[in-house]
């Protein structure tokens, strides 16, 4: 089985790199992969140039996902996923800082396996991000698949 992946679809730079951080903290050998927008998200997942090689750009666990981003945003994304994969087959976890107060409600009804709001500081951020990967790919890690990774 091959080491897990999360893919990180955020255009933010600080907080992908944050994220970046906190996950591979959180568990070790964790393969992670940055998406700088809804569109190069998209391009990753359907593994069209320059994603096209799945050894280095393997199928995420989990992604993810923020909603507000420009052109194509995380509720695009998300309806991209849902008909292409399934909800059930492709993990993502929404972590935004969108004030809408129905982003919830749409974003679960699009597929979405859980759904946070971005703190406002570094710190709870990089909590936050560690709480979801443990939740999501914790199993994974307990399974042994990370092999040669530790």
């Known amino acids: 089985m091959p080491d897990p992946t999360l893919l990180v679809i955020e255009d933010a ?10 996950a591979r903290r959180a568990l070790p050998g964790l393969g992670v992969r940055v998406a700088g927008d809804g569109r190069e998200g998209i391009a990753y997942l ?4 320059p994603f096209q090689d799945r050894r280095s750009h393997p199928l995420p666990s989990l992604i ?8 194509i945003d995380g509720f695009e ?3 991209w996923i849902k008909e292409k994969y399934g909800a059930e087959k492709m993990p993502v976890v ?8 129905g ?3 749409k974003s679960m009804a699009l597929g979405a396996s859980a759904f946070y709001l971005k703190p406002t500081d570094l710190e709870g951020l990089g909590k936050i991000v560690r709480e979801i990967v443990e939740a999501h790919l914790g199993e994974e ?4 698949s990370f092999g040669s990774a530790y």
């Not at 359907?46 to 140039?49: H, M, N, Q, V």
């Not at 929404?94 to 107060?101: E, K, M, N, Q, R």
């Not at 890690?141 to 042994?144: I, V």
């Open 103 to 105: 982003a919830e409600t």
């Open 141 to 144: 890690l307990l399974a042994g």
């Open 77 to 79: 994304v998300l309806r």
């Open 13 to 22: 730079r600080e907080h992908a790199i944050l994220v970046r951080v906190a």
């Open 94 to 101: 929404v972590l935004t800082g969108s004030p809408d107060p």
């Open 46 to 49: 359907a593994g069209t140039p």
């Open 64 to 71: 993810i996902l923020d909603l507000i981003m420009p052109e």
